[in-house]
């Protein structure tokens, strides 16, 4: 400390803080150094398909009420069980799902096993068997409305037939015109006195 009273600022002994710093870094190395003796590393399971269908629109479209007193996971947007937060969106919630930290609370790492050459032919085979049944399905497809398309096409005809018939009917049932009916048109000078139809 300095002698003079009209120096008011405080002074500090660096020697003894640097030697303060030193003992307190000192300790905590050792105390992580026995930390990592004691707790032997996590073995994670490896990053997997997930097996449940994430349900991002049951309240779509719903109104909630929300007090105080409404628990978090009632509350407005998507809860997440496992981590135990709100998010407020779906497209947050499929980035926090698909995150590290939820992945890590579920205890998995975000490695990815190694396939097999065996698992890889196997999948091929299961994409194509797929393939084959969805070619399978349009087929069957493309045959129910063919067959719709001609069942329509023959009905038309049976209409136009019937048509046909009614036509030649009329035509053949033109009425014949009585002498007296056309003395009388000629006197009054017109050819008839209506339509045709009866």
């Known amino acids: 400390m300095s002698m003079r ?3 008011h600022r405080r002074k500090w002994d660096k ?3 640097e030697r303060i710093a030193a003992e307190r870094l000192k300790a905590e190395i050792e105390e992580e150094e026995r930390a990592k003796k004691k707790v032997p590393p996590v073995k994670r399971e490896l990053l997997k398909q997930r097996d ?4 991002l629109d049951s309240k779509l479209g719903k109104s909630v009420v929300i007090t105080k ?3 978090t996971s009632q509350s407005g ?6 981590c135990d937060c709100v998010v407020k969106d779906s497209i947050n919630f499929l980035d926090h799902i698909n995150g ?9 790492s975000m490695k990815i096993e190694r396939s097999s050459l065996d698992q890889v032919k196997a999948r091929f085979a299961m994409n194509k068997r797929k393939l084959e049944e969805k070619k399978r399905e349009y087929e069957l497809d493309t045959r129910l409305r063919e067959a719709a398309e001609e069942e329509a096409r023959v009905k038309e005809q ?6 046909d018939k009614k036509r030649k009917l009329m035509e053949s049932e033109e009425p014949e015109d009585t002498p007296a009916q056309s003395e009388l048109a000629q006197i009054m000078g017109f050819s008839g ?3 045709s139809k009866k």
Not at 52 to 55: C, P
Not at 100 to 107: A, T, Y
Request: a positive charge.
């Open 52 to 55: 449940y269908k994430v349900d």
């Open 193 to 195: 006195f209506g339509g």
């Open 100 to 108: 590290k930290k939820h992945q890590r609370n579920l205890g998995m």
């Open 158 to 163: 049976r209409r136009e037939r019937r048509r």
């Open 77 to 82: 947007g998507y809860y997440c069980n496992v």
């Open 69 to 71: 007193n409404t628990p």
């Open 15 to 17: 020697d003894e803080f």
């Open 5 to 7: 009273p009209d120096d």
